[in-house]
Every structure is written in C-alpha cells, then in structure tokens.
C-alpha cells in the first residue's frame, strides 16, 4: 500500500509541472528521519510549490486569519466529481466490506456537518459520523459514505482517479505503471507532503 502511495505522488508532480506551477525542485525529493517514539527510521517523499499570488485566493478559501484550515460555507460550488475523487485519494480511507471513509479530523462538528450537507445536495450520497480517538484522547469524526451511495458515485470518479487508488472506493481495476521517470524509496515510505502554498 506505501508503494501506492509513491505512484500517486509521481502522478500528482506531474499534473504540477504539466500545468506550470513553480516548483522549489525540478525533482521530488527524499528524506529520512528517526521516529523517536519507536526508535525507528522513515523515509518519506516530498514535493513543494513556490508561493505564487495568484492560487493566493485559493488557499484564502480554505484557510483562515492564522493559518488553520477551516471549511468555506459554500463548499458545495466546488465540490464536483473530479475534486471529490482527489478528495478520496488525498483524505479517504478503504472500507473493504464497502463505502469509503473520508478522514476529516481537522474541521469541528459544524464543518462536517457542512461537508455532510454538500455531499448530499451535490451528490445525492447518505453519510454517517464515525468517530475516531486520537492519541491525546481526542474524539475525532470522520465521514462514512455506505456502500449503495458509493456505488452510485463510482462511475462519475473513477475517470478522475489514479489507477493506484481505485482500491480506496474498492474498484478491482487491474493496475499497471510505467515506472520510467519513477521516484521511489522503496516499501519503506510512511507519508508524503503534497503542496506548501
């Protein structure tokens, strides 16, 4: 599964350098730390994005005055089957008897329910809460999209999504990858950064 983690972010530094946003690096780098916890050494790949003043009002969307991210109350005018496939790609997690769950740790109550909200009106999807506790004994929710609603959604994101992460939304797609311009730091990849806006 790491290794699948390594194809999307090959794929996600390619969409970056095909649409020409400024990189900090021509290549995606690598680096490995000690995780002092269990005494034990991950690597990680990363790429990052210069500031750039006009995907600004972007971030100012989600994003607010000190820099946390929030949930923008019209949610609903961007969420579209494309956005909602990276959505599951970045932020979903499998549920092998079906659904998907959507980890929204970062936003209260009243975001999720908004989040909730745009994913019925725009999609039709019936949600529940699962809540999850955190290592500071925290109560997180996160999203649960059950299976028939899924189901029904697939076919509008499965052309959005990579290969390597059908499995998310448990479509059997065979997966194969042409590996020739491939970064990679073998199995032992624990996560990724994406953007720094």
């Known amino acids: 599964m790491l290794k699948k983690k390594s194809y ?18 021509d290549s995606i ?9 269990y005494n034990i050494k991950n690597s ?4 990052r994005t210069e500031s750039l003043e006009e995907i600004k009002p972007l971030a100012d969307l989600f994003l607010d ?23 599951i790609m970045d932020d979903g997690q499998q549920v ?3 659904g998907v769950t959507l980890c929204t740790d970062s936003f209260n109550s009243e ?12 999609f039709n999807v019936i949600t529940t809460i699962h809540k999850k506790k955190g290592s500071n004994e925290s109560i997180y929710e996160r ?11 697939k076919p509008s994101l499965i052309p959005h999504m990579h290969d390597s992460m059908l499995y998310k939304i448990n479509s059997n797609i065979e997966f194969k990858q042409d590996t020739s311009d ?3 730091d073998s199995d032992a990849i624990s996560d990724f950064d994406i953007f720094d806006l």
């Open 96 to 98: 092998k008897r079906g």
């Open 44 to 47: 990680s790949l990363y790429f």
């Open 182 to 184: 491939f970064v990679s």
């Open 8 to 25: 999307y972010l090959n794929h996600l530094f390619s969409i970056v350098k095909e649409q020409g946003l400024p990189l900090t690096s």
């Open 29 to 37: 780098t690598k680096y490995t730390r000690t995780d002092p916890r």
């Open 111 to 122: 975001e999720v329910n908004i989040l909730r909200e745009a994913l019925k009106t725009n």
């Open 65 to 87: 005055d000190s820099g946390k991210k929030k949930v923008p109350l019209n949610i609903a005018e961007h969420l579209t089957p494309e956005s909602l496939a990276y959505w």
């Open 143 to 153: 999203i649960y999209i059950n299976k028939d609603s899924l189901d029904s959604i």
